[in-house]
């Protein structure tokens, strides 16, 4: 089979990003232009000001990727784009332009799910790295800030299939990372200030109680196990709406929301505040809280992917998506999953959180299968993976 270059685009949420990888094994160029600082004053994503930022953003970036990958739009194999799930008005962004390029170039064009997109990130870097074997059964723990999904991954030939084990009943963990953030007047986005924060408060100082999923089987029984009615198989459910009110609350027991607004007053002077900024802006019940409030959320996904990877025999872990950035995810991970003797793999940092060359890997099953995407298709925001 001859090498097939694609170009991959991504604006799903708040990052435009184009790559160009090869065969869905070398990672040629990865283009992410960021619109943190945009979103920064409002203290999450907002919709329309992503869509106007990708549409300022999409020509460049894409021309920076094939420039850096010493390719012309004329050398490339195929164009694929992130086609849901995601912020409907960004979506189309990437898409009427993916949908552009293919039709003056006369290249197929490929439609991408997301999920399956920082799902395959795992598996370009370890082929960038010479790892070919690949023990099945396959669990993913995608970990995001829309997404908190188990799915069990098979291969068929070219073709990959995905059942879904395990969602958020409500906020996803990287939501989870957001809000907190928010409400402890730390920034945004969450996860990577928390991330640096936690090692310097204590994890145990704060208790909060796990959250509590229940379900009744197809029998009434509720026995605390929780069943998938369909077919009776176990399911890892997550919440994490409940820990994000325990902290709100204690925040107001204890009288912490004076010193909470003057920190995200000094904050907003900062476009990247360094680690002793952040330090100096923290006593030490915030970083207890944080500590705290990070261990327990690292508790919760490891014990359940974990129980997940017991219950369905699994052989290798992937753990995906922009929480899988996390220092302490990545390291409780390992030691539990060494303990069971179980591979635990995770993109690097950088192709952790949101990226184009994990939209370009996913795309090149489809490619040899030429599964391609007819000129008229849309954005699914609500699109699910199968
Ligand atoms: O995958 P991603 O870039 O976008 C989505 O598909 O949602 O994930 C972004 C999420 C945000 O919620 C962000 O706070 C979280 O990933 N995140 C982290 C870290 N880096 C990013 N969460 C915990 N620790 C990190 N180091
Ligand atoms: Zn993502």
Known sequence: MPDAYILGIESSCDETAAAVVRSGEQLISNVVASQIATHQPYGGVVPELASREHLRAIVPVVRQALAEAKHTYESLDAIAVTRGPGLAGALLVGISYAKALAFALDKPLIAVNHLEGHIHSVLLEERQKGNYELQFPVLALVVSGGHTHLYLAAQNHDSWTYDNIGHTRDDAAGE??????????????????????????????????????????????????????????????????????????????????????????????????????????????????????????????????????????????FVTGGVAANQELRQTFEREGAKEGLPVYFPSRPLSTDNAAMIAAAAYPKFLAKDFAPMDFSAEPGLQLR
């Open 176 to 317: 989870a990372f957001d809000k907190v953030a928010k409400l402890l007047g730390l920034g945004y986005p969450g996860g990577p200030v928390i991330d640096r924060l936690a090692p310097h408060g204590n994890p145990y100082a704060i208790k909060f109680p796990p959250a509590q999923i229940k379900n009744r089987d197809r029998r009434g029984r509720n026995d605390g196990r929780v069943v998938d009615p369909k077919d009776d198989r176990p399911r890892f459910d997550f919440s994490y709406s409940g820990i994000k009110t325990a902290i709100l609350r204690f925040v107001e027991s204890h009288e912490m929301q004076a010193a909470v607004d003057a920190r995200r007053e000094s904050l907003a002077k900062f476009t990247k505040p360094k680690l002793d900024d952040l330090l100096a802006l923290c006593d030490r019940q915030t970083l207890d809280l944080v500590a705290s409030f990070q261990r327990a959320i690292v508790e919760d996904l490891v014990g359940k992917t974990l129980a997940a990877a017991r219950a369905f025999d699994v052989a290798t872990l």
